[in-house]
C-alpha cells in the first residue's frame, strides 16, 4: 500500500490525478489532498505521504516552502512537483530537496504513470532493505551473545587469543587497542562484605540474566559474558593504556548507578570490580584485578586502582617491555626475547649511567625470574648450586656491554631451554609412537592404542602426530604394513592369506584392495613381477 499526497489549488487537477492513479494503480494506493501550502504542511504530519505531487505556486505559503516544513519531519518522503513554472530558480531548489521529477504542466497521463510507478519501486526496494536489515539485525541479536562469550572465553584463557583477537574485534567492531574488565558478582544477600547463596544465585539468574545483560550494555556499551557462576564478565574497551583519575571515576560512577539500578529492580544483591586497563592480550591479568578488587574493595563497587595493594612503578618505567621480554621468554621467541632485553637495557644505561650496581641488581634479577619459568615449564632441571657464580661474575663486570652480553646470554639461553625441552619432548613422544606401532603394526592397533602408550589424549597425539611425521596414523601404520607385505612377497615362500594375517590385515580382500592402492598392483602381480 502506498500513500499518495496531492497538493494543487486547481481541483481539476487533483481530480485528474486521482482519476489516473485509481485507473492505474487501484487500491494499492490511499489518496489524500490539499489546496493551500498550509493545509498541505498540516495534512503532511497527519497523513504521513510516501509519495508527494506538489504545485509550487499555490495560495500562502508556496509549495517549496512546503516541501521544506514538510522534509523536516517526513525524510522519506518522494516529492514530484508538477507546475505550470519552468523556471530555473524552482528547478534548482528542488534538487536541493530531493525531488524525484520536475514536470511542466500540461503532463499526459502516461508520464504520471511512468513517474509514479519509479516513485513506487523506489520505495518498494527501501521497504525491501529495511526488511533485510531487520532480519540481519535480528540474526545478529542471537549471533553476538555467542560471539561476545567466546571473546570473553578466549582473552581469559590466553590460549591462541593472539590469533583470534583481530577477527573477534572486527566481529565485535572493536577499535582499540585496550580495555579492561568489569565482573559483577551477585547473590541473595550482603553478609559481612560477601555475597550469600553463590550456587543457587547462579541456577535462578538464568532469568533475570537478559535484564542484567541490558543493563550492562546501557550503561557501558561493552562485551558481556554469559553467567559464569554468580558472575557475569564485561569487557570495556579503552582507546588509552591508562585511565585518567577522571575517567576511573567516571567508570566508578557507571557501576555504582548499574549498582543501584539491578538491585532495585531485582532485589537481589550486587558487588562490582574494575581492574586496570591492559593491552588485550593481557585482559586475564585485568580479570584477576577486577576479582581481588570484589574480594578486598570497601563497598559495592572498587576499582583496584583504589585498593592498598599491587605494584606501582615510577613515571617513565618500561612496563610494556619488561612484559614483553617475559611473554617471549615463556613462548619460546628466541629473537623476541633478545630484541627485547636489548630494549631494556638501552633504557637502563640511558636513564641511569652513574648506577652500575643498580643494573647489575635489575640484570640478576630478570635472569633469575627468566630462569625460573624455564624451571617451571620443564625446560631445565633445577640444582641449588646451579647459580653459584653468578653473583662473582657479574661483580667483576666493569663494562656495561660486557654487563649486556651476560644479560643477553643468560635470558637467551633460559629461552632456548624452553623452545629446545619442548621440542624434545615432542619429539620423545613420536619416537616412542613409532616404536610401539614398528612393534605392534601385525596386531589390530588404532589410534587410542598408541596414544595411550605415551599417555597423552588421542585428540592432542593426532595432531602431534601429523604435524612431526607429516602424516597421519593410518597413514604411517600402512606404510609399514604394506613395506613389510612386500618383504615378505619377495623374501618368503608364504602364501598371500598368511602375509596379509602377519601384516595385520584379517581381510585377504581389503589386504589386496590396499596393497593395489598403494602400489599399483595386487599382491600376486607384485610377487610374479619381481620374480
Known amino acids: 500500500m502506498y500513500k499518495i499526497m496531492l497538493a494543487d489549488d486547481e481541483g481539476i487537477v487533483i481530480d485528474s490525478l486521482k482519476f489516473i492513479i485509481e485507473k492505474n494503480f487501484g487500491e494499492s494506493c490511499t489518496v489524500e489532498y490539499a489546496y493551500t501550502g498550509r493545509s498541505v504542511i498540516e495534512l503532511a504530519e497527519k497523513f504521513k505521504p510516501d509519495i508527494a505531487i506538489m504545485d509550487i505556486h499555490m495560495p500562502g505559503i508556496n509549495g517549496i516552502e512546503a516541501m521544506k516544513e514538510i522534509r523536516k519531519t517526513n525524510k522519506s518522503v518522494i516529492f514530484i512537483i508538477m507546475t505550470a513554472f519552468d523556471k530555473f530558480n524552482y528547478a534548482k531548489e528542488a534538487i536541493n530537496l530531493g525531488v524525484l521529477e520536475y514536470l511542466t504542466k500540461p503532463v499526459n497521463q502516461s508520464v504520471v504513470t511512468q513517474v509514479l510507478q519509479k516513485a513506487m519501486d523506489m520505495i518498494q526496494a527501501e521497504r525491501k532493505k529495511r526488511s533485510n536489515d531487520l532480519l540481519i539485525r535480528e540474526k545478529l541479536e542471537i549471533v553476538i551473545p555467542i560471539i561476545e562469550s567466546d571473546f570473553i572465553y578466549a582473552a581469559l584463557s590466553g590460549y591462541d587469543f593472539e590469533r583470534l583477537k583481530d ?156 612484559s614483553a621480554l617475559f611473554e617471549k621468554i615463556e613462548k619460546g621467541n628466541i629473537e623476541g626475547t633478545i630484541a627485547e632485553a636489548n630494549l631494556f637495557f638501552d633504557w637502563m644505561i640511558n636513564n641511569y649511567p652513574d648506577h652500575m650496581m643498580d643494573v647489575k641488581l635489575k640484570v640478576l634479577e630478570f635472569v633469575l625470574f627468566a630462569e625460573q619459568k624455564a624451571f617451571l615449564s620443564g625446560g631445565m632441571t633445577y640444582y641449588f648450586l646451579y647459580r653459584k657464580d653468578y653473583l662473582p661474575t657479574v661483580i667483576k663486570i666493569e663494562k656495561y656491554e660486557e654487563l649486556r652480553k651476560w644479560f643477553i646470554d643468560k635470558v637467551t639461553e633460559a629461552c632456548r631451554n624452553i623452545t629446545t625441552k619442548r621440542e ?80 595385520g590385515y584379517s581381510d585377504p580382500n581389503y589386504f589386496s584392495r590396499i596393497f593395489k592402492k598403494q602400489v599399483g598392483v595386487t599382491p600376486t602381480e607384485y610377487r610374479e613381477l619381481r620374480s
Open 167 to 322: 577477527n573477534f574485534c572486527n566481529l565485535l567492531g572493536i577499535k582499540d587497542d585496550y580495555g579492561m574488565f568489569m565482573v559483577v558478582e551477585f547473590g541473595d544477600s550482603l553478609v559481612d562484605g560477601k555475597l550469600t547463596n553463590p550456587v543457587g544465585i547462579s541456577v535462578k539468574a538464568q532469568a533475570f540474566y537478559p535484564n542484567i545483560r541490558a543493563s550492562i550494555k546501557d550503561e557501558l556499551d561493552g562485551v558481556v559474558s554469559p553467567i559464569m557462576g554468580n558472575k557475569i564478565v564485561t569487557f570495556i574497551p579503552s582507546d588509552k593504556p591508562q585511565l585518567e583519575y577522571d575517567d576511573r571515576i567516571k567508570i566508578i560512577e557507571k557501576a555504582r548507578k548499574l549498582v543501584r539500578d539491578l538491585t532495585k529492580k531485582l532485589d537481589i544483591q550486587f558487588k562490582i570490580g574494575i581492574g586496570s586497563v591492559t593491552p588485550l592480550n593481557k585482559l586475564g591479568d585485568s580479570y584477576k584485578e577486577a576479582l581481588s578488587a570484589i574480594m578486598n574493595g570497601k563497598g559495592r563497587v572498587a576499582h583496584v586502582k583504589d585498593l592498598p595493594i599491587g605494584c606501582e612503578y615510577e613515571e617513565d618505567y618500561p612496563v610494556n617491555i619488561e
Open 424 to 503: 624434545e619432548q615432542t619429539s620423545g613422544l613420536i619416537c616412542k609412537a613409532k616404536a610401539y606401532i614398528e612393534e605392534n603394526f601385525n596386531k589390530d592397533i588404532s589410534l587410542d592404542d598408541v596414544s595411550r602408550s605415551v599417555d597423552i589424549s588421542p585428540y592432542y597425539f593426532s595432531k602431534l602426530f601429523k604435524e612431526e611425521t607429516g602424516e597421519n596414523f593410518i597413514e604411517h601404520l600402512t606404510n609399514i604394513r604394506i613395506e613389510k607385505a612386500k618383504e615378505l612377497l619377495m623374501n618368503s615362500g608364504m602364501n598371500i592369506k598368511n602375509i596379509c594375517i602377519d601384516t
